[in-house]
């Protein structure tokens, strides 16, 4: 079974709305910890958010939320007032911490494109 | 945050040749350096996992003779395409992790290398 899965293959948004990425995964290690990169055209993974599967609230960073769902098995970002520069590839990834601890599961990605 | 610094960002090689490609933490030290192989439009796949000082880890699929890996050192990993071909072009990146390592801390990545095997 896929650990993380990302439904939606490409993203359109207007500039200065908001979006939801999605990102479920599955996994039987009861602490884990759940990631959230861009990549731009350039390549570079850039980290946004971190989740740990422990965390009672959502994580938040700037503009970027998390909207954690642990008995759904989700873990959707939330991009809030999108601007252009935000369109780029996003990644979700998980991190098992009792299980293949340094191994991180990446997601299939979603391509966001911000309209002007 | 925490850099790590890929060279080179993009290099391109005759077929039959061989590519070294390096993986640095600029400020921390890393026990673990990871491999990453990226293609087109896809996501990464993990090709190995290099713990300082000790072989790397390969992932099921991945040859270890073709793709040589050496963590010499905690800020160091390098990783050689040997006898390349062109099936073997695609995006290489590679990321760090602290040596102190927590729970929360997220994975460091290089910028990323694009070799192209002509």
């Known amino acids: 079974a896929q650990k993380i899965t990302q439904t939606q293959p490409g993203m359109f948004v207007q500039e200065k709305e908001a979006v939801t990425l999605d990102c479920t995964y599955d996994?039987?290690?009861?602490?884990?910890?759940l990631f959230w990169y861009k990549q731009p055209s350039s390549g570079e993974m850039i980290f946004l958010i971190y989740?740990?599967?422990?965390?009672?609230q959502n994580a938040t960073e700037g503009r970027y939320s998390l909207n954690f769902q642990k008995a759904r098995k989700s873990a959707n970002l939330v991009i809030s007032a999108s601007q252009l520069g935000d369109s780029a590839m996003y990644f979700c990834?998980?991190?098992?911490?009792?299980?293949?601890?340094?191994?991180?599961?990446f997601g299939s990605g979603t391509k966001l494109n911000v309209k002007p | 945050g925490a850099v790590v610094s890929q060279h080179p960002s993009w290099v391109i090689c005759k077929s039959g040749t061989s590519v070294k490609i390096e993986c640095r933490s600029l400020?921390?030290?890393?026990?673990?350096m990871f491999w990453y192989r990226q293609f087109p439009k896809q996501s990464l796949m993990l090709m190995a996992t290099?713990?300082?000082?000790?072989?790397?880890?390969?992932e099921q699929g991945v040859e270890k003779d073709k793709f040589l890996i050496n963590h010499a050192s905690l800020t160091l990993s390098t990783l050689t395409v040997t006898s390349a071909h062109p099936e073997d072009s695609s995006f290489y990146i590679c990321?760090?992790?602290?040596?102190?390592?927590?729970?929360?801390?997220?994975?460091?990545f290089g910028q990323g290398t694009r070799l192209t095997v002509v």
């Open positions: 990321s760090a992790r602290e040596r102190t390592g927590v729970m929360n801390t997220e994975a460091f």
């Open positions: 996994t039987s290690d009861p602490s884990y910890g």
């Open positions: 989740q740990g599967s422990y965390d009672q």
């Open positions: 990834a998980m991190r098992e911490h009792l299980y293949n601890f340094n191994k991180f599961y």
């Open positions: 400020d921390f030290q890393a026990t673990t």
């Open positions: 290099s713990n300082e000082g000790s072989k790397a880890t390969y």
